[in-house]
């Protein structure tokens, strides 16, 4: 394995480093004039047909590292007339539905640059847009390899024709047991196929992928495996107990930024989100027993500021990328450290400042300096209250009460554990208010939309489009 370290302060053009014009023209019609390090250090080795391995903390620009690439190559070298039913020359694999959903949004425009055909792969949702959208051919799958080994067993998708194939967030892969699959998926592969691995870390089984089916990759490292981000600021809020964190929790919600409040449980993530919409603070909630339609209705309205504030669990961490987040709570601190710096990566991304703030209970002191320690984070713990002049400096102006009638579209009605099933099984159910019924239509149509690059093809405007790239974590913007 040959190793690349990035040391350079040099700053260099996607064009200088091999991309080619149509794609260099996109790039910069959507504002992205000049590459990140990680970006600038692999293209010409994956530009070239060079197995890569990518190191690089969350938020480093991974996304458009391998999607130029990506398209590039299908585009030129292998498209030529290949396009087959049900096998696609290009493959995506990663963790999470969410992730997956950024991955594609972000590849769309420079895929529709050369007109090639992009679509997602993932569970949660009904396999039959995914197998229609195979069967009429397509270039590029974007995968969770659960749903993916699915089809292949089905005889829905072939990877015989895999030209080049993407691991991305691989350590997050490990964590969640994927490898087994992950392994197998990799060889229905062609052995000749360019592979290109993205990951924090390269423990936790990694390094065994990358022997096995890394042709003498080449390793771009462009910070240590825990580095934490340089424009992250981080506060440890010591508080006396639970109803003095209530407090805390709630005004450090109330400003007029976006954020994201992160929970250990799903329960306490819905109770959250539910109070503080009932207090005049809209927020939604994103966990594993969401819907997709729900799941894609809520960051939805935390995109478009519908809601500023979301209130998540580790589903979250990874994958999920809205620009302008200038705020992570750790209403309760992660069971480790990875968790806490990929939760922390949601601020701070593509060259923004952020803040990240700890909420610690006096029996979880211990804990949370042993896992400070291992995260590389030097902090001292400050005992606040929810009026402490540091909290309400750090929050700023508080934004205008909105009351509950008015944020409908940014909260769904909740009925129980049926407002978290697919629109399907609640089809034809009578709603409590005429109000509801509204607000659920119109997010159904939000979901349709967010879920039609699972039909094939690119969709929506290029402008749309475009703007994808920012929140897939690519590019900087005019620097």
């Known amino acids: 394995m040959s190793l690349v370290t990035n040391n350079s302060t ?41 197995d890569v391995l990518g190191r690089g903390r969350t938020g480093s620009g ?20 290949k396009r087959r039913p049900n096998h696609p020359l290009g493959l995506v694999l990663a963790p999470t539905r969410e992730l997956a959903t ?10 529709a640059v050369y007109g090639l055909r992009v679509t997602t792969i993932f569970g949660g949702v009904s396999q039959n847009p995914q197998a229609r959208a195979l069967n009429a051919g397509v270039d590029i799958v ?82 240590s495996a825990n580095s934490p981000v340089a424009d992250m600021t981080h506060h440890v809020f010591d508080v006396s107990g639970a109803d003095a964190k209530h407090a805390l929790v709630h005004t450090l919600a109330s400003g007029t930024g976006r954020r994201i409040l992160f929970m250990r449980t799903k ?7 539910r109070r503080l919409t009932e207090d005049g603070i809209p927020a939604v909630d994103l966990h594993g027993n969401l819907s997709q339609a729900a799941r894609d209705r809520n960051l939805a309205a935390f995109s ?45 991304r593509a060259g923004n400042a952020g803040d990240v703030v700890t909420v610690v209970l006096p029996e979880q002191r211990k804990d949370l300096a ?10 001292t713990p400050q005992r606040v209250t929810a009026d402490s002049a540091q909290v309400r400096e750090l929050v700023g102006a508080t934004a205008a009460y909105v009351a509950p009638a008015q ?33 659920t239509a119109s997010s159904g149509q939000r979901s349709r939309r967010a879920n039609a690059g699972q039909h094939g093809g690119s969709g929506g405007s290029g402008g749309d489009r475009l703007a994808a790239f920012s929140r897939a974590g690519g590019g900087r913007r005019g620097r």
């Open 267 to 273: 329960h306490q993530a819905r109770k959250l989100a």
């Open 370 to 379: 042993a896992l400070m320690r291992k995260a590389a984070i030097s902090v």
């Open 142 to 223: 974007v995968a969770c390899p659960g749903r993916l080994e699915d089809l292949m067993k089905q005889r829905l998708v072939s990877l015989d024709a895999i030209e080049m194939t993407v691991l991305d967030e691989a350590d997050h892969m490990a964590d969640l047991g994927f490898l087994p699959g992950v392994t197998r998926i990799l060889a229905a592969t062609p052995k000749h196929a360019q592979r290109l691995l993205f990951s924090a870390t390269l423990d936790n089984g990694v390094d065994k992928l990358v022997k096995r089916f890394l042709k003498d990759p080449v390793l771009h490292s462009v910070d």
């Open 407 to 439: 944020r409908q579209a940014a909260q769904p009605p909740r009925n129980g554990a049926g407002a978290d099933r697919p629109q399907s099984r609640r089809a034809g159910r009578p709603r409590r208010t005429g109000q509801a019924s509204q607000g």
């Open 304 to 348: 478009n500021g519908a809601a500023r504030v979301l209130v998540a669990t580790d589903v979250a961490a990874r994958g999920v990328h809205v620009d302008g987040v200038e705020l992570v709570v750790h209403v309760d601190p992660p069971a480790e450290h990875k968790a806490y710096l990929h939760r922390s990566g949601r601020t701070a």
């Open 10 to 50: 040099t700053t260099t053009t996607f064009a200088e480093l091999g991309v080619r014009k149509p794609l260099v023209n996109a790039l910069t019609a959507a504002g992205i004039t000049a590459p990140f390090p990680i970006q600038a250090d692999s293209l010409p080795d994956s530009l070239a047909g060079r």
């Open 62 to 81: 991974k996304t458009l590292a391998f999607s130029i690439p990506l398209v590039s190559r299908i585009a030129g070298e292998f498209a030529g007339g």
């Open 102 to 111: 950024q991955i594609a949004a972000a590849l769309e425009p420079l895929a």
